[in-house]
């Protein structure tokens, strides 16, 4: 089962036992992984394999 969790910019957590976070400016942040998302565009970060979709303010990762 996938587990997903959802940030908007200047919050982090963690998805299972990795570190997340979105910075005010829109970077994100994922085990060290640092990336940028324009709306509507989806990654899968290489170290982790996690997704990160971005809509609008909500970016959503999944695992």
Known sequence: ??????LTP???GKLGVVHI???E???LYVAGERAR???G???TLKR???TVRR???EYSFTR
Do not use: P
Request: hydrophobic share 35%.
């Open 1 to 6: 089962m996938a587990e997903t969790l959802t």
């Open 10 to 12: 200047h919050h982090n």
């Open 21 to 23: 976070a979105v910075t």
């Open 25 to 27: 400016d829109h970077t």
């Open 37 to 39: 998302l324009a709306d």
């Open 41 to 43: 565009e989806e990654i």
């Open 48 to 50: 982790t394999g996690i």
């Open 55 to 57: 809509s609008g303010d």
